[in-house]
């Protein structure tokens, strides 16, 4: 636990206990805080991998490109609204992205545009894991490139980034799907 805690202070890699290192693929899902969309990306990917067989191929996380509310839980009403579709995102507490998520993971996912940026910029010399948008792997929403912030405006709005990341992380199953079926074992 000590170590874990250590590892994490530090912005390194986890340590080679954690069941995510032995995951073939690993997926970090990004937006500003950690409360709202990325940790129902998280949950979403997370149960869609479940049903599709790969829940122990592929491990999902998520995290902010802000530390605000870290420890924290997602925000009560990303609660309600994915435990009515059948998301438990209770268990889920936010972090911060830390350094080393850029070697740790394959695909780190941004919500938004301002998120895309934010981790190419933060990303080292070297990085290998794929980093871009969430929503273009989406197949019902054309035309939306994002992840909208429901953090200002009424519940509706959860509902609605539900509907898109639904969308989304059905196309990127069927993407990791493709991966693994490559039997491609390095960063995607």
């Avoid at 390194?12 to 032995?22: H, K, L, M």
């Avoid at 939306?144 to 969308?167: M, S």
Wanted: hydrophobic share 40%; net charge positive.
């Amino acid at each position: 636990m000590l170590g874990r805690l250590k590892g994490w202070l530090q912005g390194g890699a986890a340590p080679a206990e954690d069941p995510a290192r032995a995951a073939e693929l690993r997926v970090l899902m990004v937006c500003t805080g950690n409360i709202c969309r990325s940790p129902t990306a998280e949950g979403v990917l997370r149960a869609r991998l479940a049903r599709a067989g790969l829940g122990g191929r592929v491990a999902v996380d998520s995290a902010g490109t802000q530390g605000y509310h870290t420890g924290e839980a997602p925000d009560p009403r990303a609660v309600k609204a994915a435990a009515a579709r059948g998301y438990d995102l209770s268990g889920l507490r936010a972090r911060p992205v830390q350094p080393g998520d850029f070697q740790r993971f394959h695909w780190i996912v941004a919500m938004d545009e301002d998120h895309l940026g934010w981790l190419r910029r933060k990303a080292p010399p070297g990085c290998t894991a794929r980093i871009e948008l969430l929503m273009p792997h989406g197949r019902r929403h054309a035309g939306v490139t994002e992840v909208p912030d429901p953090y200002y405006g009424a519940p509706a709005g959860f509902d609605r980034v539900l509907d898109l990341v639904e969308d989304a992380c059905d196309g990127l199953v069927a993407r990791v799907q493709d991966h693994l079926g490559s039997g491609v074992r390095g960063h995607a």
